[in-house]
């Protein structure tokens, strides 16, 4: 069994990590700026967010595992760039590992070939979002540090306005988007959820990135 913690806890991926989590047994602390994570058996809800920097290492000395499944920007604005440091820092020194739940737009279309955030169809509405957290996977990669961190980019169409169900049937790539035979990209929230608490219980990505699709 494994602690982990889940900062955005009651967001669309991080409340279907939690439930992975706890279909497996494991315990979780589940943070929000509000404290608002369901209390149930395994579940501890906690008011806060990732820019506390003590919490975050209060937090690191607990858990075995930081998930973040927030936003990387606000009002357009990047929110989880400028913490990346604060936040591997206090792994390291607390001996948590870091999951970072991801976007599709860093990958590319195919291999060598553009991002998906640079194609002509991308939606201008996603592109802060999306330039952040490819942004956040840079630093990541260019950061040396001996916390052990990995990334996690769902499929093109992953959030609740497609939420899927649960097959537990699924593709695990790396840096180029996945799509079905159709030219479709598309993870539902409880199988994105079964790969990222897959790589919480057998680690096979350390400092990289993978990506999950059907």
Do not use: C
């Not at 937090?59 to 936003?71: E, F, G, H, T």
């Not at 920007?73 to 792994?91: I, N, R, T, Y």
């Not at 607390?94 to 998906?116: M, N, Y």
């Amino acid at each position: 069994m494994a602690v982990i913690t889940v900062f955005g806890a009651t967001g669309y991926a991080g409340g279907h990590i939690i439930d992975e989590a706890l279909r497996r047994g494991h315990e979780v602390i589940a943070v929000n700026r509000t404290g608002s994570a369901e209390a149930r058996p395994g579940v501890t809800p906690v008011a806060g967010s990732l820019d506390d920097e003590a919490l975050v290492r209060d937090l690191a000395a607990k858990s075995d595992v930081l998930v973040v499944a927030v936003r990387g920007s606000v009002d357009g604005e990047p929110f989880l760039l400028p913490l990346v440091p604060s936040l591997l820092a206090a792994a390291a020194e607390g001996g948590a590992r870091i999951g970072v739940v991801g976007g599709a737009g860093s990958l590319h279309t195919a291999e060598g070939g553009p991002r998906l955030i640079d194609s002509p169809d991308f939606p201008e509405a996603y592109k802060a979002e999306a330039s952040s957290h490819a942004q956040v996977l840079e630093a990541l990669r260019a950061t040396d540090t001996d916390a052990h961190w990995f990334y996690v980019s769902p499929a093109a169409e992953f959030g609740a306005w497609a939420p899927g169900e649960r097959t537990g049937v699924f593709r695990v790539g790396g840096d180029v988007l996945l799509s079905d035979a159709e030219g479709r990209s598309f993870i539902s929230g409880a199988d994105y959820a079964i790969a990222f608490v897959d790589e919480i219980d057998k680690p096979t990505h350390r400092q990289a990135r993978f990506s999950v699709a059907y």
